[in-house]
């Protein structure tokens, strides 16, 4: 007898517990009201469902609390240090690792030491961090996503794959010179969560060795990229996804990561790079910026939990349950008819609050207006990722549409369980049943730059 259970359930049971914001709908709807209809002014505690971010949102074992309690906060070479760093190590294969607080110190210190006003930084993606620390130097930020990535609709395997041709042109038309780096982003969170084949990663690594352009990678997300690896490409399937991971980064020459996502941990980040000179020149950037090079921003306690996340974050039956719940709830969204970016990627379901609203033109703020009935009926916060996020420009100055108007629900890691995915699936159901209700937008402020932070809006009745 075999037993093949159709429920799949969460790989972990449940130590410790948080209550969450269960509020009535005059609370919700005062709240909001006061936060100018935008959800990044709320209070958290007025949250029911919070898939904001996905970055240092997740929940810590018992492990990695416990491995806390050992933490070494010598100023100098801490033992939690030498762990941390072996654990990167281990996985990456790069030579030198310097931790730091977060992904942006870490592509800061980067692009700061080695970047020149004319350098132009090629990527699948870039991260809106990663593309503001080139342009901070002067350089450009380009982004050479293949095709297929720019179709939320299409079901294709790697829609996070960078266009190895246009790659290449690019080094050919402006010079090795100009290119003191490329870089890839797994998965592409820009572009939906979307992940990039091993065959693409060793393509770019060709011809960065080619032309002699030392070649990065971008890694917040290196084990939901390596497990989609493992389903969707041939000759991986037997692979462990520390394998997978060691090949992927053994393509790179070094890698900055945000290890608020697939670090399992609520704060971190390293730099990590084989050059023996762009090594001194990033550890001399450093000091003044982060701090010292064994601890660069992090307590000893956050780098012993960091060591553990970087392990527990390659378990197979963790990887297993982290993409299908993000698959359940988008497969869900989409059974109650409403569009989002195909296949669900690994972190997040996009929806497409364009074709979904589509009786509220792009000016108006579809994701937005989207994000706030949600909370307004249920409590869940979501992230426009459209018009307002983007703040396009036309020549005139005047505001341009963003390609899509997307509304992201980006998932915590073992945070929340399946009734949370089918309670918030219930309500975006409810918002398109009664889409007639949900009323464009109209700035009643807007800061100049990052505006959907701050700003502030009205209903268009
Ligand atoms: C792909 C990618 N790169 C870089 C970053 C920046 O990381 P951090 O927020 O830790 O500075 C993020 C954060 O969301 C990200 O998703």
Redesign the pocket.
Request: net charge positive; with cysteine.
């Given at each position: 007898m075999s037993f093949t259970a159709r429920t799949e359930i969460e790989p972990f049971r449940i130590k410790s517990v948080e209550p969450i914001g269960i509020t009535s709908p005059a609370q919700r709807q005062a709240a909001l009201k006061e936060a100018g209809l935008n959800i990044f002014n709320l209070k958290a505690e007025d949250v029911l469902i919070d898939l904001l971010t996905d970055?240092g949102t997740g929940a810590m074992s018992a492990a990695q609390w416990s491995a806390m309690m050992i933490g070494d906060e010598s100023y100098a070479g801490s033992r939690s240090f030498y762990k941390y760093e072996g654990q990167i190590k281990k996985i990456t294969g790069f030579k030198y690792v310097l931790p730091t607080h977060?992904?942006?110190s870490a592509e800061n210190i980067l692009f700061s030491a080695i970047l020149k006003p004319d350098s132009i930084v090629p990527s699948n993606t870039h991260?809106d961090?990663?593309r503001a620390n080139v342009e901070l130097q002067g350089a450009e930020a380009d982004d050479l996503l293949v095709a297929e990535g720019k179709q939320p609709m299409l079901e294709a395997p790697f829609k996070g794959n960078m266009d190895v041709a246009r790659l290449e042109d690019l080094i050919k038309r402006v010079g090795r010179e100009r290119i003191p780096v490329v870089m890839m982003?797994v998965t592409n969170?820009g572009g939906g969560g979307q992940p990039v084949s091993m065959a693409n990663l060793r393509e770019v690594s060709q011809v960065c060795r080619k032309y002699g352009i030392p070649f990065f990678i971008?890694a917040?997300r290196f084990a939901e990229n390596a497990m989609f690896i493992k389903r969707r490409e041939a000759g991986y399937a037997d692979k462990s996804p520390l394998e997978i991971t060691q090949e992927m980064f053994s393509y790179a020459d070094g890698a900055t990561m945000?290890a608020?996502?697939d670090g399992l941990a609520n704060i971190g980040?390293f730099l990590a790079m084989n050059d023996d000179h762009w090594i001194e020149l990033c550890r001399n950037r450093m000091i003044p910026i982060e701090g010292f090079v064994t601890y660069g921003g992090l307590a000893g306690y956050d780098m012993e939990a960091l060591a553990v996340g970087l392990e527990e974050v390659l378990d197979e039956n963790y990887l297993n349950y982290r993409l299908n719940q993000t698959a359940y709830l988008g497969q869900k969204i989409l059974d109650a008819g409403v569009p989002i970016v195909r296949p669900t990627g690994g972190h997040a379901v996009f929806i497409d609050a364009g074709a979904m609203l589509s009786h509220i033109p792009w000016n108006q703020y579809p994701g937005t207006a989207l994000s706030a009935y949600l909370y307004e009926i249920a409590g869940i916060r979501s992230c426009e990722i459209g018009t307002v996020l983007f703040g396009l420009k036309n020549p005139d100055g005047s505001d341009a549409p963003a390609p899509n108007e997307l509304l992201r629900l980006a998932i915590p890691r073992r945070m929340y369980t399946r009734s949370h995915m089918d309670y918030v699936a219930e309500a975006v159901a409810y918002a398109a049943e009664h889409k007639n209700e949900i009323h464009g937008l109209r700035f009643t402020y807007a800061a100049p730059v990052l505006r959907h932070f701050t700003a502030r809006y009205e209903w268009i009745s």
């Open positions: 970055s977060q992904g942006r991260f961090t990663t982003t969170n971008d917040c945000s608020k996502k980040g």
